[in-house]
């Protein structure tokens, strides 16, 4: 079995496989998943679209059940932020409300939740948004709130599908920076898909790489460059890494 860098895994999937079964016959999503995820630890998932890339995902935070095989957390449970591929922000909450959602729902909402809400707003640079509603954000805007939501409650496991996927490329930029930042400084574990491979080496301790469908793990690349990563972009062995993710995924 694959282990993550820092030895004591938070999440271990043993042998998962899920399978869908729809009105035009059983899907073999996932296959033979073995890995585990270190605590502290950054894993980004690659690979091509419909691989069950987000069907991970959702087994990790317990959304799927696995149809064989099973996902062991440490100490029984895992506290997690998650920022789904579609924004899932609620449309009758503002900018900092949709942020602060699980203190609306557990009434603890206080002043010190908006101010957190807030700073968070300042950070994935919502300035000035934090009263409007989803339905007046770009598609970028909504993304960055549902990581500012995924981030709020500090989890021990963050997991992100996609999050930066509509961004235009200089605020996507400056994100995958401050992401990398946040997470040098609090080292929670991230599990983070994407389809950008620069912004897995940019992010990732490891890189998993997924087979087409049904998927499974073809490849792992570790990202053995000092951090910052994004201090590193010009560094020949970033580049090489981009070229060997780049070739993975060709096949
Ligand atoms: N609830 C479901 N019911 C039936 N089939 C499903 C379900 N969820 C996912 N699938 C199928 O499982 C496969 C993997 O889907 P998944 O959403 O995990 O892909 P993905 O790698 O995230 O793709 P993308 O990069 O396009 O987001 C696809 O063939 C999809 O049709
Ligand atoms: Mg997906």
Same mark, same amino acid.
């Given at each position: 079995?694959?282990?993550?860098?820092?030895?004591?895994?938070?999440?271990?999937?043993?042998?998962?496989?899920?399978?869908?079964?729809?009105?035009?016959?059983?899907?073999?999503?996932?296959?033979?998943?073995?890995?585990?995820?270190?605590?502290?630890?950054?894993?980004?998932?690659?690979?091509?679209?419909?691989?069950?890339?987000?069907?991970?995902?959702?087994?990790?935070?317990?959304?799927?059940?696995?149809? =064989?095989?099973?996902?062991?957390?440490?100490?029984?449970?895992?506290?997690?932020?998650?920022?789904?591929?579609?924004?899932?922000?609620?449309?009758?909450?503002?900018?900092?409300?949709?942020?602060?959602?699980?203190?609306?729902?557990?009434?603890?909402?206080?002043?010190?939740?908006?101010?957190?809400?807030?700073?968070?707003?300042?950070?994935?640079?919502?300035?000035?948004?934090?009263?409007?509603?989803?339905?007046?954000?770009?598609?970028?805007?909504?993304?960055?709130?549902?990581?500012?939501?995924?981030?709020?409650?500090?989890?021990?496991?963050?997991?992100?599908?996609?999050?930066?996927?509509?961004?235009?490329?200089?605020?996507?930029?400056?994100?995958?920076?401050?992401?990398?930042?946040?997470?040098?400084?609090?080292?929670?574990?991230?599990?983070?898909?994407?389809?950008?491979?620069?912004?897995?080496?940019?992010?990732?301790?490891?890189?998993?790489?997924?087979?087409?469908?049904?998927?499974?793990?073809?490849?792992?690349?570790?990202?053995?460059?000092?951090?910052?990563?994004? =201090?590193?972009?010009?560094?020949?062995?970033?580049?090489?890494?981009?070229?060997?993710?780049?070739?993975?995924?060709?096949?």
């Amino acid at each position: 079995m694959s282990t993550g860098t820092s030895g004591q895994a938070l999440v271990t999937f043993e042998d998962v496989h899920k399978s869908f079964h729809t009105a035009s016959g059983e899907t073999v999503a996932l296959q033979g998943i073995s890995q585990a995820i270190g605590k502290g630890e950054f894993v980004a998932v690659i690979g091509p679209s419909g691989c069950g890339k987000s069907t991970l995902l959702r087994l990790l935070c317990g959304l799927e059940q696995p149809t =064989r095989g099973r996902i062991r957390y440490s100490g029984g449970a895992v506290d997690f932020g998650v920022a789904f591929q579609e924004h899932r922000l609620l449309p009758w909450m503002t900018v900092e409300d949709n942020i602060a959602l699980a203190d609306h729902m557990t009434a603890k909402f206080s002043k010190a939740s908006r101010e957190r809400a807030r700073d968070l707003c300042a950070l994935v640079g919502l300035n000035g948004f934090e009263k409007r509603m989803p339905s007046e954000l770009s598609g970028g805007m909504r993304q960055r709130t549902s990581f500012a939501r995924a981030m709020y409650a500090k989890p021990e496991l963050l997991l992100l599908d996609e999050p930066f996927g509509a961004l235009d490329a200089l605020t996507r930029e400056k994100i995958i920076a401050d992401a990398e930042r946040i997470w040098l400084e609090r080292r929670f574990t991230a599990f983070l898909i994407t389809h950008s491979i620069d912004e897995a080496v940019q992010l990732a301790d490891r890189v998993l790489v997924l087979s087409p469908r049904p998927g499974r793990v073809a490849a792992e690349i570790t990202v053995d460059l000092p951090r910052p990563h994004v =201090r590193e972009r010009s560094n020949p062995r970033y580049v090489q890494l981009c070229d060997q993710l780049r070739r993975l995924l060709e096949i």
